[in-house]
């Protein structure tokens, strides 16, 4: 029943009385129907907070553009880069597997380097970018400091830039581009890696208020993108931080309104990235598998491995077809860099069927072999990558 229908029933009725006699009774229904409809949205609303994962506003994803089109995409996506190295000449990105990195990272390079005067030949180490990962790391860090769980990111794109130096070049000249003189590896200058990761500073607009110890005081934080995760850059004097419908809240001894330091981790938009795709670490949330992470304890079955391996979009492109104990493949997982592994452990062979390839399948094997570890700590697992189909 709704207000309609009560309507079109007192249009329908002729007599006077019987007319004022329903509209009465009318009055009563009307209400019924209001707060069943409001009822209504608040369950509605309070479903969706309850099956909502709150870890979906901790994924990190990774792009690359150039430097100059961060602007298009910074509502969502941010610039890890803080400036070159210094005594490098360029910063490039290389577009190959994660093992040919390894090999350009451990020898020395012949490349062609194109400045404003031709093109020079050098002879160049290229190194890592450590300043990227370094962001990782603290990162890493406040997140454990503020109590949020930490999953192993998946930002391929970092790995494939490298600092090139050579002494016998001068580093005041304008570098154009940077090639391999074996011409096997595209790489690119200009370039630079996005996360969406952003640092700002907040101030409590809010008088601060005693915490429940009457110690400390409360501060409340208006967040400016209420759906976004935040961290808060742990102090001496923070204690506490945790989230209220009023916003974040941080407990403090700072007895007067202050500006904190957080990181703002933007959930997905629906944006366009310029150059690579995007990379994350989501896990699609389905019910089956918000059953299994409630679980008290997880089987170790080929169907349980194979669930957690679909549940990545990292996965896309690969199909688990093979998993065998007591055997080792040739990749690893990303060797605790990101979370501690025990050792001394079984060895489990995870074998996966490349659908699509891309330069960066080895890095989604290794990034689904560490996951599977995180599940069983008692596996020391490893990949292995099938091309064709047999």
Same mark, same amino acid.
């Given at each position: 029943?709704?207000?309609?229908?009560?309507?079109?029933?007192?249009?329908?009725?002729?007599?006077?009385?019987?007319?004022?006699?329903?509209?009465?009774? &009318?009055?009563?229904?009307?209400?019924?129907?209001?707060?069943?409809?409001?009822?209504?949205?608040?369950? *509605?609303?309070?479903?969706? *907070?309850?099956?909502?994962?709150? &870890?979906?506003?901790?994924?990190? /994803?990774?792009?690359?553009?150039?430097a100059e089109d961060v602007s298009i995409v910074n509502d969502f996506l941010f610039s890890m880069d803080d400036g070159q190295a210094e005594g490098s000449i360029a910063t490039i990105f290389c577009q190959c597997t994660k093992s040919r990195m390894k090999e350009i990272f451990e020898n020395s390079q012949e490349l062609i380097v194109e400045t404003d005067e031709g093109e020079v030949p050098i002879t160049a180490r290229i190194r890592p970018c450590r300043r990227y990962q370094k *962001?990782?790391?603290?990162?890493q860090n406040l997140f454990y400091e503020n109590g949020v769980y930490w999953r192993t990111p998946y930002l391929p794109y970092v790995d494939r830039f490298g600092d090139v130096f050579c002494e016998n070049f001068d580093s005041s000249v304008t570098v154009r581009s940077v090639r391999f003189k074996s011409g096997d590896v595209f790489t690119g200058v200009g370039l630079i890696p996005l996360w969406n990761v952003e640092p700002i500073s907040l101030k409590c607009t809010v008088f601060p208020v005693?915490?429940?110890d009457e110690w400390n005081f409360r501060h409340t934080i208006r967040?400016?993108?209420?759906?976004?995760?935040?961290? %808060?850059?742990?102090?001496?004097a923070v204690k506490n931080v945790y989230m209220s419908q009023d916003g974040l809240e941080i407990v403090s001894e700072e007895r007067m309104q202050r500006t904190f330091d957080l990181y703002r981790i933007a959930v997905h938009r629906d944006v366009? %990235?310029?150059? /690579?795709?995007l990379t994350s670490n989501i896990r699609r949330m389905r019910h089956i598998d918000r059953q299994a992470d409630n679980a008290v304890s997880r089987l170790m079955t080929r169907a349980e491995i194979g669930r957690i391996v679909t549940s990545y979009e990292a996965a896309a492109g690969l199909e688990l077809v093979g998993i065998e104990e007591g055997a080792q493949g040739t990749i690893g997982g990303l060797c605790g860099r990101y979370q501690f592994s025990s050792k001394g452990r079984e060895h489990l062979l995870l074998k996966f069927r490349v659908r699509k390839d891309s330069f960066l399948v080895e890095d989604q094997a290794a990034f689904l072999v560490e996951e599977v570890g995180s599940f069983y700590p008692q596996f020391l697992v490893t990949g292995e990558l099938l091309y064709g189909e047999n």
């Open positions: 029943m709704d207000e309609s229908f009560i309507y079109e029933r007192l249009k329908a009725l002729s007599g006077g009385s019987e007319c004022s006699l329903y509209r009465d009774i &009318s009055k009563a229904f009307e209400e019924v129907v209001r707060y069943n409809e409001k009822a209504l949205d608040d369950l *509605k609303q309070n479903l969706e *907070k309850e099956l909502r994962d709150i &870890s979906e506003r901790f994924y990190l /994803y990774g792009a690359v553009a150039a *962001k990782i790391d603290e990162l005693p915490a429940i967040l400016p993108f209420w759906q976004d995760g935040y961290v %808060v850059r742990m102090e001496q366009k %990235v310029p150059h /690579y795709p």
